[in-house]
């Protein structure tokens, strides 16, 4: 992925991050992918909002705090308002799995720095980091661009799906499993876990045969 000027400067750096999230293979894995590709970086980890906020203020303010909009304390965005307050000069980022246009939009008119889907690439979230450590504003460009909600997304059923969900479900109307579909789409496994997961919710299914027999009887890549 492109990045900006600035951040190409930042890169190589010492950025101290915060990593707050209740679901830990998530905190876990993100962590170790932070530390691999950018070995210069400190990562702090937190399981909800007040063990971050506690973090901050032990520690001061860090150069990027990722907060899952769902965790314990977050209160919705009144978490990322609290934070955003008391590290005003920092970037404060959303994490979540809850991908839209509308959520984003919410995220970063409540004075997130970025939008960060769970369900990034690898390569995606190093990039996504290094533009916010360099105070550059990151959100996935097919979610803002204009008629987003429309023409990034699309609705099965009464569901609004998201371009990479949709090409997992593809994938796994094939039968294509976990790997394969990481594999293919340059994904972690824990990353086509939660697309998976997320497909389940919002298709009201209980597994990935379900979510296959779903997309047939809604017409979809029959």
């Not at 824990?190 to 597994?207: D, G, I, M, P, S």
Request: with cysteine; aromatic share 4%; proline share 3%.
């Amino acid at each position: 992925m492109f990045l900006g000027i600035q951040a190409q400067q930042f890169w190589g750096q010492r950025v101290r991050i915060l990593l707050a999230d209740d679901h830990e293979l998530v905190c876990d894995g993100f962590k170790a992918m932070i530390e691999r590709h950018m070995p210069d970086s400190g990562v702090d980890t937190a399981r909800n909002f007040e063990e971050a906020l506690a973090l901050v203020l032990a520690n001061g303010c860090y150069d990027v705090t990722l907060l899952d909009l769902n965790m314990p304390g977050m209160q919705g965005l009144d978490g990322l308002r609290r934070m955003v307050a008391q590290c005003p000069n920092s970037a404060v980022a959303i994490i979540t799995g809850m991908v839209s246009a509308q959520v984003a939009t919410n995220a970063l008119g409540a004075g997130a720095k970025g939008f960060i889907p769970k369900t990034l690439s690898g390569t995606r979230l190093i990039a996504a980091i290094g533009q916010l450590a360099a105070g550059e504003v990151y959100a996935p460009q097919d979610l803002l661009r204009p008629g987003a909600g429309q023409d990034a997304l699309k609705i099965i059923g009464s569901e609004v799906l998201t371009p990479r969900e949709l090409e997992v479900a593809a994938m796994l109307v094939k039968g294509a499993s976990n790997k394969e579909i990481a594999r293919a789409l340059e994904l972690q496994e824990v990353t086509v876990k939660l697309h998976v997961r997320n497909l389940c919710r919002k298709l009201e299914t209980k597994n990935r045969t379900q979510i296959a027999v779903r997309l047939a009887q809604l017409g979809q890549f029959s």
